[in-house]
């Protein structure tokens, strides 16, 4: 797609059938069981659970609906011989003892430091050596893109696909990422009139914020330098959708939208597109429909035109042109998804960052002028977008694109659904995600899935919780605006459970949506398996993936995918000095989660002594 049939795309899109079923070779699937009493449950059968099943019927989309009978599944998670049949005995005891030192609270916090001193007082080649029997055995899959296939294809054997990311970053000292962030995210004009132009505080750069690093312990963080390094993250990215589609027929790659450009774009165009759906608000207000659901909210036209000439938008005839031109209206009202389509120029992308004022109602320009090195800039990120997603569709691979802070999503998430607009017409590639600790994620999904209905597109989402909880509500209470974050972990499940009950609904009415359930929450897993019985999805729809972090919760995981759930670890690889930066958050990551809970280590210990009394001292995966 060129870039200026892109940027066309971008201002006219909203912002903000049974498959037939595919065995795949080794695959167990005698987890979904067929009808049996429940006496009969729990049996073993080739090494898999058996467990109860009730037929129910299954609605499918085709030329002619019809009424299919499927085994309702439950999956026993306290199997401990089914979640690690694919693990020798040595990694569990690598897991016990990497999760136990997780749990020490001076190792984690100097996690750095020691291993820099174990690598001067080893040397290289044993350092690695003891990595590589630890923390980078444990959390990453191999160096490059060669070396982790042998696990990628045991892990497919045992049903369980990947998302391939690529884990190198800089290793930066706080100061070097505060300068870098200041430099990427201040414009020339801002930089020589500071305060002078519509910017809201929270779409500027803050330096005590700068290193986006701070507090985030499950996600990466890409620092602009120039247009140069941008391309080479971007052959990164090329090479990871490669390997993909290479290791794998079914894959996912994962992709940050801050590798591939510089961040001022983003900030920019997030503060338009927030501003313009306050601007809807308004006017929603003004007709009295401000305590309505945000897709129920339907302007009256005639009301709409008379409210933008009072607050001096346009002269009469401009704003007729204006809407008519969309050929909207013609039911006599506009909805959240026509008035985006409103945001509506052509010539640069500059004039794309036009925001209304709230307060005259007049459309003002954002900055008061950009460079053309800038201009330049924003043009070759959306390049490097559609690249990435050309190449996904060539090599038959899933691009998922990740989450970010509050004050880049806005731009991101609608660069995705552009994405999801052009690639998502045959089948889904192109999957968005959304960070259910935010206030406005279920807000943001029913937009998104609404604008998938009208357009006829595969939506596809990835469902988190999300990773910047504690840097988000920090910069919001200092810079001073309101705390996008969910007050309670309780608040976050309620809309993690929303949100994805919504998306299983689109689902069971038409069979275009598709959600990934990344979680290592066995609660949330259990109850997405009770909606799809209630629905009657099957898993070998590929409508609904599971997804978690290799190394982790395998007792989730692989039960799953043995029971022909589509189920994908994020495989992290890299060479071993290079991904210290991501070991260590996943030391930080695991503390927090292994203290709150002892079920992991208490599974693989027991695993481990079955084993033993079993005479399995030496045990090696089958497949």
Known sequence: MSCSKFAAALVRANPGNVRNVRISPGRCRSTVASTKSKEETHQQ?????????????????????????????????????????????????????????????????????????????????MFEKIMKLTF????????????????????????????????????????????????????????????????????????????????????????????????????????????????????FSAIKMTALGRPQFLLQFSQVLVKWRQFFKVLSAQQGKSDMKVLEQKLELEQLKESLIEMGVGAKDDIENWITGEKLGLSGT???????????????????????????????????????????????????????????????????????????????????????????????????????????AYDNVTVDVELSRREGWYFGAKLVRGAYMYQ???????????????????????????CLEYVLEEIDHSRKANVMVATHNEDTVKYTLEKMNEMGLSPAENKVYFGQLLGMCDQISFPLGQAGFPVYKYVPYGPVNEVMPYLSRRAQENRGFMKGSQRERSLLWTELKRRVLAGQIVYKPAY
């Open 334 to 440: 506009l909805d959240l998804l026509d008035w985006n389509s409103l945001i509506n120029d052509t010539t640069s992308i500059s004039n794309l960052l036009m925001v209304p004022n709230l307060e005259t109602g007049h459309l003002e320009p954002l900055m008061k002028k950009f460079t053309a090195e800038e201009e330049s800039q924003m043009k070759r990120m959306l390049q490097r977008v559609d690249v990435l997603a050309k190449h996904a569709m060539e090599n038959g691979v899933r691009l998922m694109v990740d989450a970010e802070q509050t004050y880049f999503q806005p731009a991101i998430s609608r660069l995705a659904l552009e994405m999801q607009r052009k690639f998502n017409r045959e089948k889904p590639i192109i999957f968005n995600t959304y960070q259910c600790y935010l206030k406005d």
């Open 45 to 125: 059968i080739d090494g898999c659970s058996v467990v109860e099943a009730e037929p129910v019927e299954l609605m499918s989309q085709g030329t002619h609906v019809k009424k299919t009978l499927l085994n309702k599944i439950s999956i026993d998670f306290d199997n401990t011989q089914e979640a690690y049949r694919s693990k020798g005995n040595i990694e569990l005891l690598r897991s016990l003892l990497v999760f136990k030192l997780c749990t020490i609270d001076v190792l984690v916090d100097k996690n750095k430091e020691l291993m820099d001193l174990t690598k001067k007082v080893f040397g290289q080649w």
């Open 472 to 498: 988000e509500r920090d910069r919001a209470k200092e810079i001073g605006y309101e705390d996008p974050i969910n007050p309670d972990y309780e608040a976050t499940n309620r809309m993690y459970h929303k």
């Open 136 to 251: 980078y055995g444990q959390f990453v899959a191999g160096e490059d893109h060669n070396s982790i296939k042998p696990l990628i294809r045991k892990n497919q054997a045992f049903g369980v696909g990947a998302v391939l990311d690529y884990s190198v970053e800089e290793d930066l000292t706080q100061e070097e990422a505060e300068k870098k962030e200041m430099d990427s995210c201040v414009s020339e004009a801002e930089k020589e009139s500071p305060g002078e132009d519509h910017r809201e505080k929270k779409f500027q750069a803050h330096r005590q914020f700068g290193d986006r690093r701070g507090g985030v312990t499950s996600a990466r963080t890409y620092f602009y330098a120039d247009e140069s390094k941008c391309d080479n993250q971007m052959e990164t990215f090329i090479n990871c959708i490669k390997a993909s589609g290479g290791a794998s027929t079914d894959g």
